[in-house]
């Protein structure tokens, strides 16, 4: 299917731009985007999978990523029965799927290419996509978000009094389009068009695939086996863990904290100088559920960090090498997707110099008009699925023309913040491991899209009108 899109991208962004006279455009806008693809988006997230990818190995040889694997193997198992019990692709899918909810997508990238790998060597048709890679990808691309960081960022930054109401309609939204994502997949999958193909004979070259990442004794995360935690290893988790409460207290309750630290001032002098932390400005102005989950946001990146290296240096792994050889294979797999990224970027561009996301939008407007879809929402929804820069300046238009707390804005939010762009994701997941052939993740993964999209309007709708 990716074939047949990508050729169509690029043939109709060539007949349009004749049509329209923006062959210029469209030739301009490959060359920006293959530029772009590789200077500002592989090389950064180079390192951004080098240190996530490093941390991971700590979690996967300290034995913490078994450890969840195993706590939640009941869920999985329905959701990924191909994945043995225990196997490393489990912990790393979890983690990835915790990071979405968070909105820590930073992280959510690397740890996702982690599980691909692992999938891959699972794999008994190279090049061709599983149903646990299709579910996994589904569930990425539909992922349940807690907090939307994104939109509500410029929410704040155009001037919204109530930035996070969206929150729960975000939520909402995206345990629809969740429940769709997993549910089309498991669906799709059944059907004889995209069922794989026999696995390939060593006669057989017809369909060449590149090769899959092989299974070495140094991403083996059994490789070192960790010794059992002593009593001061126990004692520090727990000093690590208190100091953790004590922020997100300090955080969450600022007027009860600042009370408790006057009161200890007044009853011992000699700690008259000790203040609380400061509150982060992402929390001033918050209260209740919101000020929780944005708490959680920011508490979760630095500590977690700081768990795993502690974690594992108390199981005996040595961290320093270990975080080097994990921070190579990120580096190694960030170079691994640069075609794939190339491809899937170039060809969305074209077709948007082109004129191509307008003429949709004016094509389906007659459309989606009784169906209660605003016109000004069809360029955003559109594009959506294909660049997540284009996505994000169409919203700042709307939130800037129908004001940051009008209803079209919070509509455009949700939407932002239970979409994904599932072009890209495909393309940077699949690229990593050499999947040519991603059968029915495409259709799942826009399914979900729509899903989400339809929920955003109707929840908007009823909790804003």
Same mark, same amino acid.
């Given at each position: 299917m990716l074939n047949v899109l990508w050729l169509g991208l690029v043939v109709l962004s060539v007949l349009l731009g004749g049509f329209t006279g923006r062959?210029?455009?469209?030739?301009?806008?490959?060359?920006?985007?293959?530029?772009?693809?590789?200077?500002?988006?592989?090389?950064?997230?180079?390192?951004?999978?080098?240190?996530w990818l490093g941390f991971l190995r700590l979690a996967e040889l300290s034995g913490l990523v078994g450890l969840l694997a195993r706590a939640l193997h009941p869920a999985l198992r329905l959701l990924f029965p191909e994945v043995p019990a225990g196997h490393p692709a489990m912990g790393a899918m979890l983690l990835n799927m915790a990071a979405n909810m968070l909105g820590l997508g930073n992280a959510a990238t690397p740890l996702?290419?982690?599980?691909?790998?692992?999938?891959?060597r699972l794999n008994p048709h190279p090049g061709t996509a599983t149903n646990a890679m299709c579910t996994f990808l589904a569930i990425n691309t539909s992922s349940i978000q807690l907090i939307p960081a994104t939109a509500l960022a410029i929410l704040a930054a155009q001037g919204s009094k109530h930035s996070t109401v969206i929150v729960g309609t975000a939520f909402l939204a995206t345990c629809v389009s969740t429940l769709a994502g997993v549910s089309s997949v498991k669906f799709l999958q059944r059907l004889r068009v995209f069922q794989p193909p026999p696995p390939a004979t060593p006669s057989d070259t017809s369909s060449p695939s590149l090769p899959s990442a092989p299974a070495s004794p140094e991403n083996d995360s059994a490789s070192i086996p960790p010794r059992?935690? @002593?009593?001061?290893g126990r004692l520090l988790l727990c000093l690590l863990g208190g100091c953790a409460l004590f922020v997100a207290a300090s955080m969450l309750w600022p007027l009860q904290t600042q009370a408790a630290f006057t009161a200890l001032n007044s009853h011992f002098p000699l700690l008259a100088g000790l203040r609380p932390p400061p509150l982060p400005e992402a929390l001033r102005d918050q209260t209740g559920i919101a000020a929780l989950l944005n708490t959680v946001s920011i508490l979760a990146v630095p500590?977690?960090?700081a768990f795993f290296a502690l974690y594992a240096a108390l199981r005996g792994v040595k961290v320093y090498e270990e975080f080097v050889t994990?921070?190579?294979?990120?580096?190694?797999?960030?170079?691994?997707?640069? /075609?794939?990224?190339?491809?899937?970027?170039?060809?969305?561009?074209?077709?948007?110099?082109?004129?191509?996301?307008?003429?949709?939008?004016?094509?389906?407007?007659?459309?989606?008009? /009784?169906?209660?879809?605003?016109?000004?929402?069809?360029?955003?929804?559109?594009?959506?699925?294909? @660049?997540g820069g284009a996505t994000t300046g169409l919203f700042t238009e709307l939130v800037t023309?129908?004001? /940051?707390?009008?209803?079209?804005?919070?509509?455009?939010?949700?939407?932002?913040? @239970?979409?994904e762009t599932t072009f890209y994701v495909l393309a940077v997941y699949f690229g990593s491991v050499g999947i040519q052939r991603g059968r029915h993740a495409l259709a799942a993964g826009l399914i979900a899209?729509?899903?989400?999209?339809?929920? @955003?309007i109707i929840i908007c709708r009823w909790m804003f009108s």
């Open positions: 062959l210029d455009a469209v030739t301009n806008g490959a060359f920006a985007a293959a530029r772009d693809s590789v200077m500002t988006i592989a090389l950064p997230l180079a390192g951004l999978m080098a240190l996702g290419l982690r599980a691909m790998r692992h999938l891959e059992d935690l @002593s009593p001061r500590f977690l960090l994990g921070a190579r294979e990120g580096w190694e797999v960030a170079i691994r997707i640069i /075609p794939s990224l190339v491809a899937i970027l170039v060809g969305v561009k074209m077709f948007r110099e082109a004129g191509g996301i307008q003429i949709l939008a004016t094509v389906l407007a007659p459309l989606l008009d /009784p169906l209660g879809v605003p016109t000004d929402l069809l360029p955003m929804i559109l594009v959506r699925p294909l @660049s023309q129908f004001g /940051p707390d009008s209803l079209m804005a919070r509509t455009a939010a949700t939407i932002f913040g @239970s979409t899209d729509g899903a989400g999209v339809i929920a @955003s």
